[in-house]
Structures are given as structure tokens and as C-alpha cells.
């Protein structure tokens, strides 16, 4: 070591004061470490704003392009309609009325004409 001159665990010389902040450095030195950390905070959460941002902007985009191929395809969609209903008219078809000759009196006449072996 230098001329046998002996230190502390702390780096400092044996028997030297030791210095200390007094209460106004302490102070300064609080609020510059809080400021700190705001301010790490602040950038952090900046930064995942950002990234939430590209992220929901993507969505947009996406979602724009879908909605104009679903506008190109309801417009393609609603010109065969009119062109089906140009062509001719047609009847409205109640699917609700019953019909003659329904599938149960058909199966019972099917049903007849079958013979075990």
C-alpha cells in the first residue's frame, strides 16, 4: 500500500472524519433520485403507450382492409340480386303450408310394398 498508511472497509483513511451530506445535500439528493425513478416511469410507460399504439393501429389497418372486402363483396352480392330479380318474377314460397302426399303417407305406402325374404 502507500507508505504504510492503513484504510477503513470503506476506502477512507484510520483515524480520518468521515464526511456526511448534511440535511439540505441529503435533501437535494432525495429529490434528484425520486426525479429519477418519475422519470424512468414516465419512459417506461411511454413506451408501452407506444407499442399499445402500433398495436391498435395494426388492428385499424387490418380491420379497414376487411371492411372494404366485405363492401366489394355486399356490392357484388347485391348486384345478383337485382339481377335475379330482373330476370323474372318470382313466386313467394310458403314453406310453412303443407303439401299433398307428405313424406309420412309416402313411407306408409313404401312400408306396404316391402316383403321379408
Same mark, same amino acid.
Given at each position: ?47 408501452? $403507450? ?5 398495436? %391498435?393501429?395494426? *388492428? =385499424?389497418?387490418? /380491420? @379497414?382492409?376487411?371492411?372494404?372486402? $366485405? ?5 357484388? %352480392?347485391?348486384? *345478383? =340480386?337485382?339481377? /335475379? @330479380? ?19 303417407? @309416402? ?11
Amino acid at each position: 500500500m502507500n507508505g504504510g498508511e492503513e484504510f477503513s472497509n470503506d476506502g477512507s483513511k484510520l483515524g480520518e472524519k468521515k464526511r456526511r451530506l448534511n440535511m439540505e445535500q441529503l435533501k437535494t439528493l432525495e429529490k434528484n433520485f425520486e426525479r429519477g425513478s418519475k422519470l424512468e416511469r414516465a419512459r417506461s410507460k411511454t413506451k408501452q $403507450l407506444e407499442r399499445d399504439y402500433d398495436e %391498435l393501429k395494426r *388492428q =385499424v389497418e387490418s /380491420l @379497414k382492409h376487411e371492411n372494404d372486402t $366485405l363492401q366489394t363483396q355486399n356490392q357484388k %352480392l347485391e348486384a *345478383q =340480386v337485382k339481377a /335475379l @330479380k330482373s330476370r323474372e318474377p318470382i313466386e313467394p314460397i310458403n314453406l310453412n303450408k303443407e303439401t299433398e302426399g307428405s313424406c309420412s303417407n @309416402k313411407s306408409e305406402n313404401i312400408s306396404g310394398d316391402i316383403r321379408p325374404a
